[in-house]
């Protein structure tokens, strides 16, 4: 196979040649490609934070569409170092005298003194019971010692929740029994049966007769409203409809109040982020199809009719106002659109009206027709999933997926050029090369003729 050089014939750089030759016919194409990603990534992008916020929007409409919204209440307490309480849906707003007779206890008991956890107590069975349920351990020469009998009580499969310990005080070492479980029914109770009366140890000092009581199982009691309510737990949240109290300490005789209020605070926040994620939205939609006439510079979504159309929706909406209530329109909330199209808030109207009228605020936004209602209707078709705007971001992604392929359409178009042109160089070099090569011998020759009149001389 010959070996070439481009341009040796012709003294022209062949391939340098080609290359510009190539890229000056790409060019044009590869810029316009390019612009075109660009313009169709900014638009795939405009078109996400259009979705987002339209969103988070969307996520505030339907908070307030929910009637729980406004059903927010708090619990307090006159005196929390007696109890605690929350209140959850379902409450309703009051006052209630509180009086903490009884806290609820576990029931814990001790044996007599022994001089170290290693003395030997005795031999025989041990049937120990926490309230209806009980377990039986078998004490023989293996498990017979105070400390013995201890880990025997807590690593029993079937113990219903009893824990042992072993207490050092100045009269020796005691066995304490703790209850796992409190209330009044779990109370602890042990039969013990000395199978060697004559061993000169006694079993029969573990039980219950010989037990000394620290502390008895104790339901929790209270009274509300003067009435004695009594449960097996120091949490109360069946008592009074959506309220949770939680008792820490007994005061018998001592009456303190709970109080249930609507939470206002709460219920204003949820208005004020749809005001906010309101304001946000049109703020981004200002930008995205904005046009600045002194930088020639516009928004991604300039002239887009998406955009218009949910400026549409969204201002129908907001001036089209609620029918059936006391409520007809958000001027009558203290809301209200400024100079520049976004929402504002006179708290003082706000307040007032969560303040005495809370159910017809209740209303406006959350009736089936609905302040709330009317923007998820309006605004479904573009934030549902596989809605308008997620019709166009698949469609724009479409068309970015298809640059690709006009790249690689160019790039084999270009690879065709490139060959085509080398070729044609490469016959132009090597015909220079021969028409150079036939010049140097008719040069040659002629230079070898003698002169004109050297004939004639002779």
């Known amino acids: 196979m010959a070996i070439t050089a481009g341009g040796i014939g012709s003294g022209i750089d062949i391939e340098g040649l080609v290359s510009q030759l190539v890229a000056a016919e790409a060019s044009p194409a590869t810029t316009r490609l390019n612009t075109k990603e660009v313009n169709l990534e900014s638009e795939l992008s405009a078109l996400g934070t259009l979705k987002s916020a339209l969103s988070t929007f969307q996520t505030s409409v339907t908070k307030l569409e929910d009637a729980e919204t406004f059903q927010v209440f708090t619990a307090s307490s006159s005196d929390e170092s007696l109890f605690t309480a929350s209140a959850a849906s379902g409450a309703v707003a009051g006052n209630y005298s509180i009086e903490v007779v009884q806290l609820e206890e576990v029931d814990k008991l001790r044996t007599g003194d022994f001089t170290a956890s290693t003395e030997v107590v005795g031999t025989g069975t041990l049937d120990i019971s926490l309230g209806a349920e009980s377990f039986q351990l078998t004490i023989d020469g293996t498990n017979n010692t105070l400390e013995d009998i201890r880990d025997a009580i807590n690593a029993a499969s079937d113990n219903p929740g009893i824990t042992a310990s072993l207490i050092n005080v100045d009269s020796g ?155 007809s329109n958000l001027t009558e909330l203290g809301i209200s659109l400024d100079d520049t199209g976004s929402l504002e808030i006179d708290d003082s109207i706000l307040d007032d009206k969560l303040a005495t009228g809370l159910s017809d605020v209740e209303a406006f936004f959350s009736a089936d027709t609905g302040f709330a209602q009317s923007f998820t209707t309006a ?80």
């Open 173 to 327: 070492t005691q066995l304490v029994l703790t209850s796992k479980e409190v209330g009044a029914t779990n109370t602890i109770s042990v039969v013990a049966t000395d199978d060697d009366a004559l061993d000169g140890f006694d079993l029969g000092r573990l039980d219950s007769a010989s037990l000394v009581s620290l502390q008895s199982a104790s339901d929790a009691i209270i009274k509300v409203d003067t009435q004695t309510v009594t449960r097996d737990s120091n949490s109360f949240s069946d008592v009074i409809d959506g309220v949770t109290f939680n008792l820490t300490k007994a005061a018998p005789g001592i009456t303190e109040t709970l109080t249930v209020v609507t939470d206002t605070a709460t219920i204003k926040e949820d208005v004020e982020s749809f005001v906010t994620n309101y304001n946000v939205l049109v703020g981004i939609m200002k930008g995205l199809s904005n046009y600045d006439a002194d930088t020639g510079v516009s928004g991604a979504l300039n002239g887009d009719s998406v955009v218009r159309g949910i400026q549409n929706q969204l201002r129908q909406t907001l001036f089209a106002g609620v029918s059936g209530g006391t409520l």
């Open 379 to 458: 605004l479904s078709g573009y934030v549902d999933d596989d809605g308008i705007l997620d019709g166009r971001k698949d469609s724009v992604q479409s068309k970015l997926d298809s640059i690709d392929d006009d790249r690689d359409t160019l790039s084999r178009r270009m690879a065709s050029l490139e060959a085509r042109l080398r070729a044609q160089f490469t016959a132009m070099d090597i015909l220079v090369a021969q028409l150079n090569s036939t010049s140097s011998f008719l040069s040659s020759q002629l230079a070898n003729l003698p002169e004109p009149n050297s004939i004639n001389r002779n």
